[in-house]
């Protein structure tokens, strides 16, 4: 009979190195949400917002209007905008109350402080369109949050399908030059065609733009919508609940659609935007889950294109569900950000630590 007892030192070493070597060749995932200051460009939108970390109530630093407006841009300081033209740089209790709520929203520590971690959220690029819940009196882009997911007020969306069918085109005369035409129309394919597998929703691309439902550009600075942009990362994109069909890129970004041909550190994945936008032509709003396609910021050099659970519960409350999607696969795509092992070498490591384990105990 094997004493299999009397090898548990041995073991436990083995079990040991393997474990050490797990580590090394496999490093914690960094989240698709957040940010490294060092990855800015000079040119960064919000780079200033650096001077701020460890700034408290009570503190009077010059900038923090600037920080304020910001808030206010994106629902967390809900003021009259005549007020807003007059922020001082005072870190005041309705700015505390501002922060708190931020960080509520996107998970973090609840300090009232612009710590690392708060600063660092606020510096990730990001999408232009608002985070928080605003009165059923304001604009058509209010939003009205349910669980995770939200939706614009009103929960909005595409009601005259024509076949369930929606039209997209891309303009003629606001494109970037560096990326052929033909890669932009196959990022933008794959984007749709992610939403249309999990709704009962088609889209096809039209030579039209004037009547496509969805209308498509890269644009600069103040463009004509009451939605300016704001240069190097910064906002992204913006897009408009239904069914306004607008969905605007900015000009300024490094646009790119393949990692190994684009060097730059400020680089952003095209398709990882559309499919985000995408959400918000369709009628979702922002969502608090990071891993989810609906959260608003996205980290320059990251993909993010797969549709999370978040983003689908969202999505087919509005729709329904197309008949051919099984929650299955999507859970097998959740799984597999954490805990499903893919890499041959992963499953020889994870089995050794389990038979090794078994063996000791």
């Known amino acids: 009979m094997f004493q299999f007892f009397s090898y548990k030192p041995l073991l436990l070493i083995i079990f040991l190195l393997t474990l050490s070597l797990n580590l090394h060749l496999f490093p914690a995932r960094t989240l698709p949400g957040t940010f490294i200051s060092g990855d800015l460009s000079p040119n960064a939108t919000w780079n200033n917002f ?13 900038g923090i209007s600037e ?39 996107f998970g973090l520590s609840t300090t009232g402080k612009l710590d690392a971690d708060t600063v660092t959220q606020i510096m990730s690029p990001r999408c232009g369109v608002s985070d928080t819940v605003k009165s059923s009196t304001d604009n058509s882009n209010n939003i009205h949050v349910t669980k995770h997911y939200a939706y614009f007020y009103g929960e909005p969306r595409w009601g005259r399908l024509a076949h369930d069918t929606l039209t997209y085109a891309f303009s003629g005369n606001h494109m970037i030059g560096y990326i052929s035409l033909s ?21 096809t691309e039209t030579d039209d733009y004037s009547s496509a439902d969805i209308k498509i550009g890269f644009y600069k600075g ?22 306004n069909g607008r969905l605007h890129l900015d000009e300024a970004e490094t646009w790119a659609v393949d990692f190994k041909s684009s060097k730059s550190k400020v680089a952003v994945d095209l398709e990882s935007v559309a499919t985000h936008e995408i959400g918000h032509i369709l009628g979702l709003a922002h969502s608090s889950v990071k891993d989810a396609i609906m959260y608003p910021s996205l980290s320059p050099r990251t993909k993010k294109v797969d549709l999370k659970v978040d983003d689908v519960e969202g999505i087919q409350a509005l729709y329904g569900s197309n008949p051919n999607f099984h929650y299955s696969s999507l859970m097998e795509s959740d799984l597999s950000s954490g805990w499903v092992i893919k890499s041959p070498l992963k499953w020889l490591t994870c089995l050794l630590i389990f038979v090794v384990v078994g063996l000791l105990f």
Request: proline content about 4%; charged content about 25%; cysteine-free.
């Open 67 to 105: 920080l304020k407006t910001y808030f206010h841009r994106f629902g967390y300081l809900q003021i009259p905008d005549n007020v807003a033209k007059n922020f001082t740089d005072v870190f005041d209790d309705t700015f505390e109350s501002a922060v708190l709520n931020y960080q509520r929203n």
């Open 50 to 62: 650096l001077n701020f970390i460890d700034a408290g109530k009570g503190a009077n630093l010059t």
């Open 183 to 203: 890669e932009v129309r196959e990022a933008f394919r794959r984007s749709f065609s992610r939403w249309s597998a999990v709704i009962p929703v088609n889209f």
């Open 222 to 243: 103040d463009h004509g919508d009451g939605e300016p942009f704001d240069g190097v990362l910064g906002v992204l994109a913006h897009a408009f609940s239904p069914e």
